[in-house]
């Protein structure tokens, strides 16, 4: 009579394992497209990514560079003190989009130009998302507000 029980708590833990591991692999595989990698510009330009991998970068919109064009397309150069990266986007930018503010891209690498699908600006004269400070700190841009 034990043995059916051992058995049976034996048989009960196996398919729980194996229900554990295909949830896990499902979910993995429902987020592969969901994960965006953030790059500062520097990395983008020592190692570009291919052409259809979707990621992020982030910086500083370079003074001088901010082009409108014909309808919702603008063209501008993001940096962050080492490398600059030409980016192309067609939509509507946020409100706090300017040259010299903190900005964060979603979209492609193609021909050597971030073409954009999503831009982000900063929402105050203080914030920066985490990783475009640790790429600017990095290169020695960036200097914490009233250093000077």
Known sequence: MKSLKKRRRIQVIVVAALALAVA????????????NFFRS????????PGATEVFRIGGLVEEGTLQRGQGEAVKF????????VPVVFTGVLP??????????????????VFEASEIL????????PREV???LKEQGVYQEPGEG
């Open 95 to 112: 409100d706090l989009f300017a040259e010299n503010q903190g900005m964060i891209g979603t979209g492609t690498y193609v021909n050597g």
């Open 77 to 84: 150069r993001v940096t962050d003190g080492g490398a600059s």
């Open 133 to 135: 400070l640790d790429a």
């Open 24 to 35: 896990t692999g499902l979910i993995g595989y429902a987020m592969r497209d969901g994960i």
């Open 41 to 48: 510009p520097s990395e983008v330009i020592a190692e570009p």
């Open 121 to 128: 600006a900063k929402h105050d004269e203080t914030y920066m």
